[in-house]
């Protein structure tokens, strides 16, 4: 009778082979390079503004500017003249988990 062949089906992250420290120095990579690709995002956006474009038509994209009323709520003064327990009462709670990342300088730096 043939023997059963197990496979193995879990997907292998992209990453697998990367200590914890590089993956933290990857991650650093990465958001430096976004946020240097978010700076030239706001300068062309600033452009579009200062020129008062409307919309405009590239050869790939097609872009619109759109000016509107953006209406927030202020949490601390609801909750300083609701109180905090209406405030609890009327709100949903949900968990977060962050990722902090900060640059490691100087004698910071690993040896």
């Given at each position: 009778?043939?023997?059963?062949?197990?496979?193995?089906?879990?997907?292998?992250?992209?990453?697998?082979?990367?200590?914890?420290?590089?993956?933290?120095?990857?991650?650093?990579?990465?958001?430096?390079?976004?946020?240097?690709?978010?700076?030239?995002?706001?300068?062309?956006?600033?452009?579009l503004i200062s020129r008062g474009v409307e919309s405009a038509?590239?050869?790939?994209?097609?872009?619109?500017?759109?000016?509107?009323?953006?209406?927030?709520?202020?949490?601390?003064?609801?909750?300083?003249?609701?109180?905090?327990?209406?405030?609890?009462?009327?709100?949903?709670?949900?968990?977060?988990?962050?990722?902090?990342?900060?640059?490691?300088?100087g004698a910071q730096q690993a040896a």
């Open positions: 009778m043939p023997q059963a062949t197990a496979y193995c089906t879990q997907a292998v992250s992209l990453f697998h082979n990367l200590s914890i420290g590089e993956l933290a120095d990857q991650l650093g990579h990465v958001k430096a390079e976004a946020a240097e690709i978010k700076g030239r995002e706001d300068a062309l956006r600033a452009e038509e590239g050869m790939l994209f097609r872009v619109t500017v759109t000016r509107a009323t953006r209406w927030t709520l202020d949490a601390e003064r609801i909750k300083a003249e609701m109180g905090e327990l209406w405030t609890v009462a009327h709100s949903k709670v949900s968990s977060v988990t962050s990722v902090r990342l900060s640059a490691r300088t």
